[in-house]
């Protein structure tokens, strides 16, 4: 099962880039751009990583991110994620960029963008990865700071397929942002929102109904009302679900509590996703073994999730064709080739 796992194309769809900053990389960028870092060495910064919730894991995130400050350490950043694509046989991914993590320290919107952009580039020209790019807002700041942002966005519009909103949830519900989602619809972004990662369920209704999302950025909260269940499963509103990082910040006390499978089952359009890999011990086939070994999915639920992530990414419906035909090719191939052995 693993290796078949393994073998299956995949896309991601919540997959934030500076949540992708290895240890090495951010001492080696710490190093060359002269940035203090709270650690003495990569062991020391792999300590750091024990949270105990959203909050915890974001304080250390803003502070690892840093140490970028040039568009070839943007490059760097994205291209290891490239690499690790390639390795987890992800032929789709769709990435959030937090511009005001860095435009707040003085790096410029376009050096954040062309080095994410160019990288891209290379993906789809070395390997044949496609991919889209989503800004988020950091939804603990103003109203008034994402406007701006949005603003500064246009420069680069063609690059940006979406906008997204993300960061510390509780408190920060996302009426707060009814006004910016309504005019980046008016100006042709797709949107999407984290909801339901640790707030109540009312914040998962604002973001369909005020925002006008067309998916959910984890959304494992919904469990807790049916009726909202029953919806999700009526417009089939994609979940992007990020198991790995709920067990790290303590959304579900252990993996067998996780409840995907469970979501899954009563027919929601449920996907796996790896959110922040560098900070939540590995990259989407982790997870997808992980919740195999913890979960007892069996191969139809993983084609199924797979399957799921292309149907909701934002790519065309030819595409979206050509690549459900690749995931079809082995998983058919495999069951043929069991027929063979049983
Ligand atoms: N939730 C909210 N904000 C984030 C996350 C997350 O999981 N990862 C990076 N920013
Ligand atoms: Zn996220």
């Known amino acids: ?148 942002t949005l603003e500064e966005s246009l ?29 980046a619809s008016e100006l042709g972004f797709k949107l999407v929102a984290h909801a339901g990662e640790e707030a109540e369920v009312s914040y998962i209704y604002e973001a369909l109904d005020l925002l006008k999302i067309q998916r959910i950025d984890h959304g494992v909260q919904s469990i807790k009302s049916n009726k909202l269940l029953e919806r999700l499963k009526e417009e089939q509103i994609p979940l992007t679900v990020c198991p790995n990082s709920n067990i790290e910040l303590k959304v579900f006390d252990n993996y067998k509590q996780h409840n995907i499978k469970k979501l899954l089952d009563l027919g929601l359009n449920v996907t796996v996703n790896s959110d922040d890999p560098a900070y939540f011990k590995g990259y989407l086939n982790q997870n997808f073994i992980n919740l195999y070994n913890n979960l007892e999915l069996n191969k139809e639920d993983i084609v199924k999730l797979v399957k799921n992530s292309f149907y909701s990414s934002f790519i065309s419906e030819k595409l979206k064709i050509e690549y459900i035909k690749r995931v079809d090719e082995i998983f058919e191939n495999k069951r043929i080739k069991n027929a063979r052995y049983y």
């Not at 979406?162 to 005019?183: A, H, M, Q, T, W």
Request: net charge neutral; charged share 25%.
């Open 155 to 183: 420069l680069f519009k063609d690059s940006i397929i979406g906008v997204g909103l993300d960061s510390s949830e509780i408190g920060n519900p996302p009426s707060k942002f009814e006004r910016v989602f309504k005019k």
């Open 1 to 148: 099962m693993i290796e078949f796992i393994k073998k299956l194309p995949k896309a991601e769809l919540h997959l934030h880039i500076e949540g992708s900053l290895e240890p090495e990389l951010m001492f080696k960028l710490a190093k060359k751009n002269q940035i203090k870092i709270p650690y003495n060495s990569i062991e020391d910064i792999k300590k750091a990583y024990n949270f105990s919730n959203l909050q915890s894991f974001l304080d250390i995130y803003y502070a690892g991110a840093n140490v970028l400050i040039t568009k070839d350490d943007f490059y760097s950043l994205t291209w290891e994620y490239i690499l690790k694509c390639k390795e987890n046989n992800i032929i789709h991914t769709e990435i959030f960029f937090d511009p005001q993590i860095h435009t707040s320290r003085g790096i410029s919107f376009k050096t954040v963008i062309c080095g994410i952009k160019e990288a891209l580039e290379d993906a789809r020209n070395k390997f044949g990865i496609t991919s889209n790019i989503i800004m988020c807002f950091l939804r603990h700041l103003s109203e008034d700071e994402a406007f701006k």
